[in-house]
Nanobody, 119 residues
Framework: QVQLVESGGGLVQPGGSLRLSCAAT????????MGWHRQAPGKQRELVVT???????RVADSVKGRFTISRDNAKNTVYLQMNSLKSEDTAVYYC?????????????WGPGTQVTVSS
């Protein structure tokens, strides 16, 4: 089994910052990509940012220049530094990890961590 352990969510004021972490544990050969999606109430889940094993990234236009993803391959951990947070960033943030094991890719989701941006 593979588990994604998330941390760092919470309540911040507009303009503030948060740092999310997601660590993958379990049995797998490697992780090809990790990242974050988010879902606000009544909205579709959307990609926020992901990073591949080669360091390539995908970043949603809505967070460009404000969110930065980084990855520690040795720890199988991904970090999301969120700056200049807006109320529109309020959502449940879900860590996503794509593992490679015996040539097969599997996608796993974390349980979600709440990020609330409010004054």
């Amino acid at each position: 089994q593979v588990q994604l352990v998330e941390s760092g969510g919470g309540l911040v004021q507009p303009g503030g910052s948060l740092r999310l972490s997601c660590a993958a544990t379990g049995s797998f050969f490697s992780i090809s990509s990790m990242g974050w999606h988010r879902q606000a109430p009544g909205k579709q889940r959307e990609l926020v940012v992901t990073i591949g094993s080669d360091g390539s990234t995908r970043v949603a236009d809505s967070v460009k220049g404000r969110f930065t993803i980084s990855r520690d391959n040795a720890k199988n951990t991904v970090y999301l530094q969120m700056n200049s947070l807006k109320s529109e960033d309020t959502a449940v943030y879900y860590c996503i990890g794509v593992t490679l094991n015996w040539g097969l890719q599997n996608t796993y989701w974390g349980p979600g961590t709440q990020v609330t941006v409010s004054s």
